[in-house]
């Protein structure tokens, strides 16, 4: 079975930029969730989305969004890009709200 | 606000050398709290999902337990490749929160 995939796995940009992450969910699996990884630390909880709707925000600012698919597939997007923004980002998804299961992320550094 | 610590930082064992990784966590309301290993630029491996106080799951040389406040995740004669982070997050609501990990190099 395919896992949870994310692309694409590693991109530069530019400061100001805009940039946009995709993941597919495990099949059948309705529930998908973004977290940000800054090299040496856990990973932080961006958003969830179950059903299509958001059920939770973490502490980020309003540059960062998301939204799911009816296919349940999900974009994130981070306008206005910083310095700061450089990570690794990784989306898990879950079948209903518990053990949730990540991809291998999308390594992403701002310039 | 939810809080989990993990502790050491950072592990160096020998190989055959068992040791033991602690997770710390304070939680409102706790629905699951779970260890993930992650190898470098990789993103992390589902391992165990424990759900209430006295709870024990293993697999292979691992072996998590939980209490009201903590939960340990043993290394039994780890080998080489157990070398990676581990990482312990606490479920409550709609988000994991995860602590810093504790590193482990295991040496042949």
């Known amino acids: 079975d395919a896992g949870v995939t994310q692309s694409p796995t590693h991109l530069i940009k530019t400061r100001g930029q805009h940039v946009t992450l995709r993941c597919s969910p495990i099949?059948?699996?309705?529930?998908v969730s973004w977290y940000q990884q800054v090299l040496g630390q856990g990973p932080q909880f961006i958003f969830q989305?179950?059903?299509?709707?958001?059920?939770g925000r973490g502490n980020f600012p309003d540059r960062f969004s998301a939204r799911q698919f009816p296919n349940y597939s999900s974009e994130l997007n981070v306008n206005a890009l910083l310095l700061g923004d450089s990570a690794l980002y990784l989306c898990?998804?879950?079948?209903?709200?518990?053990?949730?299961?990540f991809g291998q992320g999308t390594r992403l550094t701002v310039v | 606000e939810d809080q989990v610590t993990q502790s050491p930082e950072a592990l160096r064992l020998q190989e055959g050398e068992s040791s033991s990784l602690n997770c710390s966590y304070t939680v409102s309301g706790l629905r699951g709290l779970f260890w993930y290993r992650q190898d470098p630029g990789k993103g992390p491996e589902f391992l165990f999902t424990?759900?209430?106080a006295g709870e024990e799951k293993e697999k292979e040389r691992l072996k998590a337990t939980l209490t009201k406040k903590e939960s340990f995740l043993h290394i039994t004669a780890p080998k080489p490749e157990d070398s990676a982070t581990y990482l312990c997050a606490v479920q409550d609501e709609d988000k994991l929160t995860f602590g810093g990990g504790t590193r482990v190099l295991v040496k042949p």
């Open positions: 989305y179950y059903e299509k709707e958001e059920r």
């Open positions: 099949s059948g699996h309705k529930s």
């Open positions: 424990l759900y209430s």
């Open positions: 898990a998804s879950s079948l209903g709200l518990l053990e949730a299961f």
